[in-house]
């Protein structure tokens, strides 16, 4: 197809009121795409990879005076987000640009990382793809297989930096171990890293030790204690599952339930915010995670019927997560204790997912999510939530000190 004029990146209303934060792609734009000049270019993205007057990074590079959009990855969900969680997407053309489409999702651990072949030819590689700050969402190991293929294939790679939707200041959960590696964990971070994909860029390349021409397209305007909601960016879901900022919050946390037989609220409105089972009862889990005391998070009893995934069709009885403060809740303690209550109503109904997850079949998919199986073997042996929470403590804090020299949005408080 030929070259044509990219659309004109429109600012939002929004953001032209609040004179609110510029992702990567709108730097670029400014910058009339300085970096990919002359450059035959790979795109690895989604449907969030867009301006905030939702133009998409493939049809604006596409256009680009001086730049060759070549080929285009797609991740979990695919370039345009029209498949679901661990569901393997195949590789076509796509029909706006007619340019090719690599999957780097399929049915192999193999299908993660481009291939040699589907590099030849490309002088960089683009990466834009709006992350949800959260260790086992799995676009930044995406990120960090892709940064490895380059390395090897003498490609440069070139990060168009998003807001980490959660803040960029708080740190939260355990550690990655050895031997607990998955596609939902490859690299120790924090399940909650307060990073944004270009820090984390910078963090793999110099913890993984890639000889890697890299180059961040950093945001303009971001805070470090912004949430998405502040940013006059448009909100698209990054993935099926994931239709608000809110979303995002309680993931980091309540995304462990996919690791048990209890519905995290796939099939409903309002997944990661509901959770349940056909067996509990909602107002005594509220109750009882009262009691714990979480900070910034208030529970109400509900009852729902999933759509779809675990007990499609059958009425679950549970809570809704109300975060009634931000900046105090703390999701991954407020799943674990989610958990922890949750099974104690009975423990011989409760189970721990057993099938394969993200390709691992031999390590409980909770482990992989915990990434070790201290959590896990801590609530068989009867742990409060808050004895599970001092065990982790100490890596926060160790995490926070590595992640240091990789930060570039400096108001940290």
């Known amino acids: 197809m030929s070259p044509r004029r990219p659309p004109t990146p429109r600012k939002s209303p929004r953001a032209a009121r609040r004179g609110a934060v510029r992702s990567g792609l709108d730097v670029l734009a400014a910058r009339r795409f300085a970096p990919l000049r002359g450059r035959a270019v790979g795109l690895v993205c989604n449907p969030t990879a867009v301006t905030s007057g939702l133009v998409h990074a493939a049809d604006l590079l596409h256009g680009a005076r001086g730049v060759r959009l070549a080929a285009l990855f797609g ?3 695919g370039v345009r987000g029209d498949a679901q969680y661990m569901a393997a997407v195949e590789g076509e053309r796509d029909p706006r640009t007619g340019v090719p489409v690599h999957s780097l999702y ?11 072949e589907h590099l030849a030819g490309l002088d960089a590689l683009v990466f834009d793809i709006q992350d ?18 380059a390395a090897a294939a003498r490609v440069a790679f070139v990060v168009l930096d998003r807001p980490n939707p959660i803040d ?17 964990g490859l690299h120790d971070l924090a399940v909650r890293h307060g990073m944004t994909v ?16 890299l180059e961040l397209v950093p945001c303009e305007g971001w805070r470090r204690g912004q949430r998405f909601r502040d940013t006059g960016l448009p909100w698209v879901f990054p993935s099926p599952n994931m239709p608000t900022p809110e979303t995002a919050l309680v993931y980091p946390g309540m995304c462990l339930l996919e690791g048990t037989n209890l519905s995290e609220g796939r099939g409903t409105t309002r997944p990661f915010e509901l959770f349940g089972a056909p067996w509990l009862d909602g107002a005594r889990l509220a109750a009882d995670l009262a009691r714990d005391r979480l900070p910034g998070v208030a529970f109400r009893p509900v009852s729902f019927v999933p759509t779809w995934d675990k007990h499609a069709g059958v009425r679950c009885h549970g809570v809704e997560l109300h975060v009634t403060d931000p900046e105090r809740f ?5 799943g674990l204790a989610c958990v922890v209550r949750a099974r104690a109503q009975d423990p011989a109904r409760f189970a721990w997912r057993t099938e394969p997850y993200e390709f691992v079949a031999d390590v409980p998919a909770f482990d992989l999510l915990c990434g070790s199986g201290r959590e896990r073997e801590g609530i068989e042996a009867g742990a409060s939530p808050a004895e599970l929470a001092r065990a982790f403590a100490p890596e926060e804090r160790a995490f926070a000190r590595r992640r240091s020299p990789f930060l570039r949005y400096r108001d940290l408080r």
């Open 75 to 77: 991740p979990e969900h």
């Open 106 to 116: 399929g049915a192999t651990p193999e299908s993660l990382k481009p291939r040699p």
């Open 168 to 184: 960029g200041v708080r740190v939260e959960g355990p550690a990655l171990r050895p031997g607990f590696e998955s596609f939902c």
């Open 330 to 334: 703390r999701p991954f303690r407020t």
């Open 198 to 213: 270009g820090e984390l860029a910078l963090l793999f390349r110099a913890e993984r030790r890639l000889d890697l021409e």
């Open 132 to 149: 949800v700050g959260t260790r086992f969402y799995t676009y930044q190991a995406t990120m960090m297989l892709c940064m490895e293929a």
